[in-house]
């Protein structure tokens, strides 16, 4: 008897799973990939010892944001427009590239949405009921066991971006991670770097004397996780630059 | 005099905080007309429309400070080591006022812990540091208190600030 119960709630579990799969893939989820909680350690830690963290199965945007797409969101939030929002929000680059506050060249509107503030972003993401990714989450969907041409570090292109789904997809099925454009994070400060990172563990070591600057990263050679976090912490939350999009979030 | 020492005091917390100032839009400098309650700047932090919660559970939100000035400070209540000086320092400002000067500031401490920090809990902080009836000890969600601190452009969450001291 007991067993017999047991097996219904399993067998319950199980469709429900099944259920819930089925309608990320046809509902406004479309567009967003599954990412499969895992444990991970991020490439840059302000501790002295790397922290493993266990990473909970979240959803997130297969692209980042489009041109089109952010414009259908300013439509419906006029708050956000170019000459309404508060500049609390949004340095006065915001959108500075859109001809007038509702409307952007058409041959445009596959190119990923740039000129966009923490602010904005988080609001485009709240108004679909999604999220920004955190810092880890985004690092974690963005990490592959295997190198890739990261180029684009060493110089990032921040005119003529190309539209979304220019990069092939990643082992996880997720597109343009990197070499299209910076992308924001939930918690784009949370890590720091500054001028002088050279005592970050509390004692210049004498090899970072020299070089210093790494701070604690897992990889010293992983320049593109370094150009990632140093970028970030230079960052405020009304930031917006032509090479700075986002791409959104969701919890399962 | 001891306003004098107010507007000094007041200026050196938002240059700390770097929170783009409460009542008068700094953009403006031709403009130095005082604000009235309820006008809110475009460069406002009043124009976050988070919701907290006082110590005395009353629902509250940060556009309900305009028109007085605001000496606004974040820490929790579990921190031992920075916290209960800045909040001691707040306190003894707050007492060297005169009555008519108190009515005339708003101090406003934003806690970073929304999970420990209920209004129950900034009530009993309150009493125990006997802090007057111009201090709102406000409660939000982690996405509010984290939309504040970036704006101060502190980098903090709270997993670099919390879970480290607890």
Redesign the interface.
């Known amino acids: 008897m007991k067993f017999k119960a047991y097996k219904k709630t399993l067998i319950l579990a199980l469709f429900s799973i099944f259920f819930s799969l089925a309608s990320y893939s046809n509902s406004s989820e479309s567009n967003m990939v599954l990412v499969k909680g895992s444990k991970f350690i991020p490439p840059f830690t302000l501790e002295k010892n790397f922290k493993e963290f266990k990473i909970k199965s979240f959803l997130i945007d297969k692209y980042p944001v489009t041109k089109k797409e952010y414009l259908n969101f300013i439509k419906n939030n006029p708050k956000w427009q170019k000459d309404k929002i508060p500049s609390v929000f949004a340095d006065d680059s915001y959108l500075s590239d859109w001809s007038n506050s509702l409307s952007i060249d058409t041959k445009k509107y596959n190119e990923p949405v740039t000129y966009v503030s923490w602010f904005s972003a988080k609001a485009y993401c709240n108004s679909k009921q999604k999220r920004l990714p955190t810092t880890l989450e985004w690092e974690f969907a963005s990490y592959e066991e295997k190198s890739e041409d990261l180029d684009w570090y060493w110089k990032p292109q921040v005119k003529n971006i190309p539209f979304v789904g220019k990069n092939n997809s990643n082992s996880k099925g997720i597109n343009d991670f990197h070499n299209l454009v910076w992308e924001l994070t939930y918690d784009f400060n949370n890590s720091v770097i500054n001028e002088d990172n050279r005592e970050i563990s509390g004692t210049i070591q004498k090899v970072d004397a020299f070089c210093g600057g790494t701070g604690n990263f897992k990889d010293k050679k992983d320049y593109p996780a370094f150009a990632r976090y140093s970028f970030r912490s230079t960052l405020k939350s009304d930031t917006t630059l032509n090479s700075l999009g986002f791409r959104c979030a969701k919890d399962l | 005099m001891k306003f004098k020492y107010l507007t000094i005091a007041l200026s050196m917390l938002l240059i700390n905080f770097n929170i ?1 100032v409460f009542a008068k839009d700094h ?1 403006n400098h031709h403009e130095h007309k005082e604000m009235k309650g309820g006008e809110v700047t ?4 009043y ?2 429309d988070s919701k907290w919660l006082d110590q005395n559970s009353k629902k509250i939100k940060l556009k309900d400070f305009s028109g007085k000035p605001v000496i606004l400070t974040m820490l929790y209540t579990g921190c031992t080591k920075s916290c209960p000086i800045i909040i001691g320092h707040l306190k003894s400002f707050y007492d060297s006022l005169s009555n008519e000067e108190k009515n005339k500031v708003n101090f406003v401490v934003v806690s970073f812990d929304s999970k420990r920090d209920t209004p129950k809990n900034l009530k009993k902080f309150t009493d125990k540091n006997k802090l007057g009836k111009s201090f709102y000890l406000l409660n939000g969600s982690d996405d509010s208190i ?2 504040i ?3 101060s ?5 709270k ?2 600030i919390i879970n480290k001291e607890l």
């Open positions: 783009p953009n475009s460069k406002s932090i124009q976050l984290l939309e601190a970036s704006l452009r502190k980098n903090l969450t997993e670099s």
